[in-house]
Antibody, heavy 118, light 109 residues
Framework: QVQLVQSGADVKKPGASVKLSCKAS????????LHWVRQAPGQGLEWIGIINPNYGTTNYAQEFEGRVTMTRDTSTGTVDMELSSLRSEDTAVYYC???????????WGQGTLVTVSS | QTVVTQEPSVTVSPGGTVTLTCASSTGAVTSDYLPNWFQQKPGQAPRALIY???NRHSWTPARFSGSLLGGKAALTLSGVQPEDEAEYYC?????????FGGGTRLTVL
């Protein structure tokens, strides 16, 4: 069965970086895009960016350009997202989501809570 | 910066029908925006309901349907059940990027 399993919760200080992972299984890793989104406490969903695991190409939301890097490892079926220069407003649950080409979103990871606090 | 707008909150009676909408600040929503709908209950990850305007996933109950209505993407729930009480989010494609709506809190009362 399709699974997206994310790394565990993390606590970071302002100015630090965090690296989250999303391990895919149960399907052909390179056949689906993976997106990252986040949800601040009590708030809505915010799209961060997308990676094509086949080529490693990425596209990021303008608000995160320069601060986010998404990479993939096809040998392990894992996508990582690194967010730098963390501030308190980056405190959120981060999710990875699978998309079949053309806007067919389906499976979500379980989410990873990142807390940014001094 | 594109803004996607949903009703902040809607209330419906059990067994009733309700339509939630999703509008884009860039203009009328068409199928090219590849609308997706998600349901989120408290403490849970969101769950996909509808993709590319009107397609249900295998796990999506038949009472959920998606469409385009008056220049917006729409999610209609027919025969609402108590367990449908949740937050609903739409997602639109915006030229290589994607934008979520602010969400609609659906109360079943």
């Amino acid at each position: 069965q399709v699974q997206l399993v994310q790394s565990g919760a993390d606590v970071k200080k302002p100015g630090a970086s965090v690296k989250l992972s999303c391990k895919a299984s149960g399907y052909s890793f390179t056949s689906y895009y993976l997106h990252w989104v986040r949800q601040a406490p009590g708030q809505g969903l915010e799209w961060i960016g997308i990676i094509n695991p086949n080529y490693g190409t990425t596209n990021y939301a303008q608000e995160f350009e320069g601060r986010v890097t998404m990479t993939r490892d096809t040998s392990t079926g894992t996508v990582d997202m690194e967010l730098s220069s963390l501030r308190s407003e980056d405190t959120a649950v981060y999710y990875c989501i699978r998309e079949f080409h053309g806007g067919h979103f389906d499976y979500w990871g379980q989410g990873t809570l990142v807390t940014v606090s001094s | 910066q594109t803004v996607v707008t949903q009703e902040p909150s809607v209330t419906v009676s059990p067994g009733g029908t309700v339509t939630l909408t999703c509008a884009s600040s860039t203009g009328a929503v068409t199928s090219d925006y590849l609308p997706n709908w998600f349901q989120q209950k408290p403490g849970q990850a969101p769950r996909a309901l509808i993709y590319t305007t009107s397609n249900r996933h295998s796990w999506t109950p038949a009472r959920f349907s998606g469409s385009l209505l008056g220049g917006k993407a729409a999610l209609t729930l027919s025969g609402v059940q108590p367990e449908d009480e949740a937050e609903y989010y739409c997602l639109l494609s915006q030229g290589g990027a994607w934008v979520f709506g602010g969400g609609t809190r659906l109360t079943v009362l």
